[in-house]
């Protein structure tokens, strides 16, 4: 099952970024967001043949240093077992490594927590709200470190996907007393709903906002026939405490490999 859910985030990636299958690895990249780690990557895909999947990394590092990229992002099909060996083989090229959840809402109910009652929650239809978002989206990515020009253009790049006709993409936003607090993503396709994109501003959070949204997109989600709800969080990332007691379970891990010349 595990190989569906990536095929749904290789499809949300294709929102954004071309895509070249090269048969045991697939290439991403966004000519408009050539920046944005997410959108320019290299997935390893689950039939490589794992006694050259060292020299395969290897090989890609020195292409990227030849072409000089400023960075290079690898991503491990979650069917394939990285040994801690290997791990640290990689950490030895250069490599930052982090561990991406696949976590699915079990039996589609929520957990016990509910969200704040005192908020609004909506999908983003109108010119106002898509401009709240991309705000907010700016505020949480500078908070987050990221600088403001680049933040700038990446919540101008989301903006566009949003706004496209037919969008599979959806920008939900929460409100409290009229200001927006916390934005999300909800991309749908097939029998599948991706949550994405979750933040809420530090002086709102473990106040019941975030589980609100959660209510409001696996509600959308649920009504729009969706079977399967899940998200990717990092194994060491604060969320994963909150999805956790809404009623997320993990049921894969990938491995993602990053370095750069900063």
């Given at each position: 099952?595990?190989?569906n859910f990536?095929?749904?985030?290789?499809?949300?990636?294709?929102?954004?970024?071309?895509?070249?299958d090269?048969g045991?690895?697939?290439?991403f990249?966004?000519?408009?967001?050539?920046?944005?780690?997410?959108?320019?990557?290299?997935?390893?895909?689950?039939?490589?043949?794992?006694?050259?999947?060292?020299?395969?990394?290897?090989d890609?590092?020195?292409?990227?240093?030849?072409?000089?990229?400023?960075?290079?992002?690898?991503?491990?099909?979650?069917?394939?077992?990285?040994?801690?060996?290997?791990?640290?083989?990689?950490?030895?090229?250069?490599?930052?490594?982090?561990?991406?959840?696949?976590m699915?809402l079990?039996?589609?109910?929520?957990g016990?927590?509910k969200?704040?009652?005192?908020?609004?929650?909506?999908?983003?239809?109108?010119e106002?709200?898509?401009?709240?978002?991309?705000?907010?989206?700016?505020?949480t990515?500078?908070?987050?470190d990221?600088?403001?020009?680049?933040?700038?253009?990446?919540?101008?790049?989301?903006?566009?996907?949003?706004?496209?006709?037919?969008?599979?993409?959806?920008?939900?936003?929460c409100?409290?007393?009229?200001i927006?607090?916390?934005?999300?993503?909800?991309?749908?396709?097939?029998?599948?709903?991706?949550?994405?994109?979750?933040?809420v501003?530090?002086?709102?959070q473990?106040?019941?906002?975030?589980?609100a949204?959660?209510e409001?997109?696996?509600?959308?989600?649920?009504?729009?026939?969706?079977?399967?709800?899940?998200?990717i969080?990092?194994?060491?990332?604060?969320?994963?405490?909150?999805?956790?007691?809404?009623?997320?379970?993990?049921?894969?891990?990938?491995?993602?490999?990053?370095?750069?010349?900063k």
């Open positions: 099952m595990i190989r990536r095929s749904i985030e290789n499809s949300y990636i294709e929102n954004f970024a071309e895509m070249e090269r045991d690895h697939i290439i990249w966004d000519e408009k967001l050539p920046d944005m780690y997410a959108f320019n990557c290299i997935l390893v895909k689950e039939n490589i043949n794992m006694a050259t999947i060292e020299s395969f990394v290897a890609r590092l020195d292409q990227a240093i030849s072409n000089r990229q400023d960075f290079l992002n690898i991503i491990i099909h979650p069917e394939l077992e990285i040994t801690e060996i290997l791990k640290e083989r990689f950490i030895g090229m250069g490599f930052k490594i982090q561990t991406n959840l696949y699915k079990s039996d589609n109910k929520l016990s927590i969200g704040n009652k005192n908020c609004v929650v909506v999908r983003a239809g109108s106002k709200e898509y401009e709240d978002g991309q705000r907010l989206d700016i505020k990515s500078i908070n987050a990221m600088p403001a020009e680049f933040a700038m253009e990446k919540s101008l790049r989301k903006k566009e996907v949003f706004q496209q006709k037919n969008s599979r993409l959806l920008s939900y936003l409100y409290y007393q009229d927006s607090i916390g934005k999300c993503e909800l991309y749908m396709k097939d029998e599948y709903a991706k949550i994405e994109d979750f933040d501003l530090d002086n709102y473990r106040k019941g906002f975030g589980t949204m959660l409001k997109m696996i509600s959308d989600a649920l009504e729009s026939g969706k079977k399967y709800i899940y998200l969080t990092g194994k060491a990332d604060t969320p994963r405490e909150m999805y956790e007691k809404t009623g997320f379970e993990i049921i894969g891990e990938e491995v993602e490999l990053f370095c750069s010349k």
